[in-house]
């Protein structure tokens, strides 16, 4: 699979054999012996050469390239948690799994939902972290569609959009759009 992925890609990206030697530091025939599969570059060229074409190291070993395209799927995305305006800790984790929570007691002025990433599973259940809070269920459920397209994608990293800041007005949370 690998010699065929490689050439696939060198080829797509219009490189010659010399083109990509030069980029990842080999000779012009150790490329050749890569797509012929007579030989495998060390882990050093092979992180070279995923980096290079930004793929995986799996999509380069295990991967069947289908119509041309080099995204696989990924099934963890990193997204950092925005409740930094409750002064609260602002955390960065790869989630797998994501829900909505509606806010029980929100008043209008407030926040209806929050959404929770998944990012471990443990004996005592699953580990999760608040990441933001939202106008309304829609916009919500507008993010998780988000993050799942980002994820089938077979991006890494994912910016939260829909959210909106909070602040605490008594014993309520409320909307606080000045600091958008």
Not at 24 to 30: F, K
Not at 49 to 67: G, H, P, T
Not at 100 to 120: E, F, L, R
Request: aromatic share 12%; glycine share 6%.
């Amino acid at each position: 699979m690998f010699s065929e992925n490689l050439k696939k890609l060198r080829t797509n990206k219009g490189l010659s054999q010399e083109q990509l030697s030069e980029i990842i530091d080999v000779s012009r025939q150790s490329i050749s012996k890569y797509e012929s599969g007579i030989a495998q570059p060390g882990f050093d060229k092979l992180i070279a050469i995923a980096k290079y074409f930004d793929v995986s190291i799996d999509f380069l070993l295990l991967s069947e390239n289908n119509n041309n395209s080099a995204t696989v799927k990924s099934d963890k995305i990193t997204i950092t948690s925005h409740l930094d305006s409750l002064k609260t800790f602002a955390s960065v984790a790869s989630y797998y799994a994501f829900t909505i929570s509606k806010i029980i007691g929100s008043n209008a002025n407030g926040p209806q939902t929050v959404v929770w990433g998944t990012y471990d599973s443990g004996l005592f259940g699953d580990k999760r972290q608040m990441l933001a809070y939202y106008r309304s269920f829609e916009d919500a459920k507008k993010e998780i569609s988000s993050i799942n397209d980002a994820m089938q994608q077979g991006q890494t990293n994912y910016d939260l959009q829909y959210f909106v800041n909070v602040r605490l007005k008594g014993l309520n949370y409320i909307i606080d759009d000045s600091t958008r």
